[in-house]
């Protein structure tokens, strides 16, 4: 149970820097500063070794079926992490970005759940792509690289992530049950686009011993 607890603490950390990072984005009006920016939040969790939804599910792959608990635990912990900053932004002087959070949150809920689903699972690839990165490379630069990169691409792209939702949805007061279905059907996305590169790379081990 321990480890459960420690594994939200890490996802609440996590929901705060996808949060820091989703303020950085909606505070510039340039869209491609703003998802350079929203890149920090991750290059820290990622550091830092914080345990962001996003970035672990794609290893259920490999990992016993009891790892599908803890990533249960981490989502609790980014969805607690992202709700408590996008609430105090709300009492402070910049809570007026909440009205641009209000509009993308607005085409969110518009969207049919197939089309949720498929930017979804787009995001959840880049996602995997890295994370995966970031822990294999040795040099700082390609390591900064790995995750600037895909999140700059997932956010000009639209692709859905599904913590930085949870931010967006909090500072936008767009949280319904129409919102955490949606929410739900993006976390299933993003879990589906991680698993693409350790599925075919599981298939491809298998082929090469038989």
């Not at 939200?8 to 950085?24: D, E, N, R, S, W």
């Not at 969805?79 to 209000?102: H, M, P, Y």
């Not at 949150?105 to 049919?112: G, M, R, T, V």
């Amino acid at each position: 149970m321990r480890r459960y607890f420690d594994l939200f603490l890490k996802g609440i950390l996590a929901g705060i820097m996808i949060a820091v990072g989703g303020t950085l984005f909606l505070s510039v009006d340039n869209p491609y500063l703003g998802a350079f920016l929203f890149g920090i939040g991750l290059f820290v969790i990622f550091s830092y070794r914080f345990a962001l939804f996003t970035g672990k599910v794609g290893y259920a792959v490999n990992e016993k079926p009891v790892y599908l608990v803890e990533l249960v635990f981490i989502w609790l912990g980014n969805l607690a992490g992202t709700f408590i900053v996008g609430s105090f932004l709300l009492c402070t002087r910049i809570a007026s970005i909440s009205e641009k959070a209000a509009a993308i949150c607005a085409i969110k809920l518009e969207d049919s759940l197939l089309s949720v689903f498929v930017l979804a699972v787009f995001c959840g690839l880049l996602m995997f792509i890295a994370a995966d990165n970031f822990s294999r490379m040795e040099s700082g630069v390609l390591k900064a690289l790995s995750i600037f990169l895909p999140v700059m691409v997932f956010i000009l792209c639209g692709f859905e992530h599904c913590v930085a939702n949870m931010f967006y949805f909090t500072i936008g007061r767009a949280w319904s049950f129409q919102t955490l279905g949606r929410l739900l059907v993006m976390s299933l996305g993003n879990a589906a686009g991680a698993f693409i590169i350790p599925l075919v790379y599981k298939v491809v081990r298998k082929e090469q011993v038989s």
